[in-house]
């Protein structure tokens, strides 16, 4: 049974791809500040002959799992958007191992860009740049910017330096759904579309990088993400304007549209959810609900049917309910629940990328 939700009974859709058969997943042993085994080493060397031969790759990043395809070869970056479903407007980011990789893509590097590399790469900080005529169009949707970004995780990291060539990658799930933050969150997603997939573990900061739009002279942050205004403007000396509402965001960064990372079920946003999650319970639906740890003392469920409800307690802290967030969303995809109520985290700057995402996977079209 589904739900009705706060807005006009509408429901999502299921709209992932069916994966028939499972693509091949490769554990990859890594450790921060080492370098990487032989045995890792060679799976790598693997990885990069499939990215040579134009071929998809799926890799571990700190924010999210990506879906790679070398970003100059224009026909397995149209592979890319084939395996997600993707629209044509919505750009790449392109994944560099430093800046000096990062240089022939840029037409010209505004002082501040060349600063924050300097000052937050490898990190989960995307900066947009006026491309160079090396930028294929398909990356770029047709624009005039690139999206840059330099991974801290080994085992990408690692990856880019042995292939000597920049990656063109998304987030590894199926257009509009939730990002992965495991191997078999992408598997799940995208089935045998990928050709190899890297098992690096779970990603650090589980979801997506900060993009910040630095092309113009007034700098602004298109995506909030793990590393925060507050940081981000202490770091470089300068104001950031921006993020735009949900709804205007679509028009600075094509990607950004008010609906996206969503689970499948109709997800709402509710301050002190019990009554809610009563109600819900009541009217006989399956019901998820994510609170923080801190509440868990006052959250007295003796009374709600214990089958049917499913209560998942994320961290106080913002960096670590990020990283534990789309993970309870894809749990309770798979346990199949109806409807999903999030007790509203704190408000503060800290807070703003959660606020973002789940404002997203709550919005109603
Ligand atoms: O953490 C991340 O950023 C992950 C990992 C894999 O690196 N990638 C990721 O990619 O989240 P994706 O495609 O799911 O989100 C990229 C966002 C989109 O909203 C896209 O519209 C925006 O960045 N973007 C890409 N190129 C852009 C450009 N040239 N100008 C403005 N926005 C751009
Ligand atoms: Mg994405």
């Not at 479903?85 to 000096?100: S, T």
């Not at 990062?102 to 990190?123: D, K, T």
């Not at 160079?132 to 398909?138: G, K, L, N, R, T």
């Not at 998304?170 to 759904?177: E, I, K, V, Y």
């Amino acid at each position: 049974m589904r739900a009705t939700h706060g807005c006009n009974a509408v429901w999502k859709t299921h709209d992932a791809a069916s994966p028939t058969t499972m693509p091949e997943i490769v554990p990859v042993a890594w450790q921060a500040g080492a370098p990487l085994p032989p045995e890792s080493l060679a799976i790598l060397h693997r990885a990069a002959d499939i990215l040579h031969q134009g071929g998809l790759v799926a890799i571990p990043t700190e924010t999210v799992y990506g879906l790679a395809a070398v970003a100059t070869d224009a026909a397995a970056v149209a592979r890319i958007y084939a395996a997600k479903g993707r629209p044509a407007f919505n750009p790449l980011i392109v994944h560099v191992e430093g800046i000096e990789m990062a240089s022939p893509l840029v037409a010209e590097w505004p002082e501040l860009a060349a600063h924050a590399a300097a000052r937050h790469w490898p990190g989960p900080l995307t900066i947009v740049v006026p491309a160079s005529a090396e930028v294929p169009e398909i990356v770029r949707a047709g624009g005039t910017t690139v999206a840059l970004r330099s991974p801290e995780h080994q085992v990408t990291a690692t990856l880019l330096k042995l292939l000597g060539k920049p990656l063109a990658a998304p987030s590894a799930n199926r257009s509009g759904m939730l990002s992965p933050t495991t191997a078999a969150h992408v598997a799940a997603s995208l089935g045998d579309a990928v050709d190899l997939i890297l098992d690096g573990g779970t990603c650090d900061c589980g979801i997506e990088s900060t993009v910040l739009d630095l092309s113009t002279p007034r700098p602004r942050l298109l995506r909030p993400g793990p590393l925060d205004r507050v940081t981000l403007e202490a770091s470089l000396t300068c104001q950031i304007a921006g993020p735009e509402t949900a709804t205007t965001s679509s028009l600075l960064s094509p990607g950004l549209l008010p609906k996206h990372y969503a689970p499948n079920a109709a997800l709402e946003l509710a301050s002190g959810g019990r009554d809610r999650v009563r109600d819900l319970l009541q009217a006989g639906h399956r019901v998820g609900w994510i609170t923080h740890r801190h509440q868990a003392n006052n959250l007295n469920t003796g009374t709600m049917p214990a089958e049917r409800l499913h209560r998942l307690q994320l961290p106080d802290d913002p960096a670590g309910y990020a990283r534990e967030l789309y993970a309870s969303l894809h749990r309770l995809d798979e346990i199949g629940v109806d409807a999903i109520v999030v007790d509203t985290p704190p408000s503060d700057e800290a807070w703003q990328a959660v606020h973002d995402r789940l404002r997203r996977a709550s919005y109603c079209d």
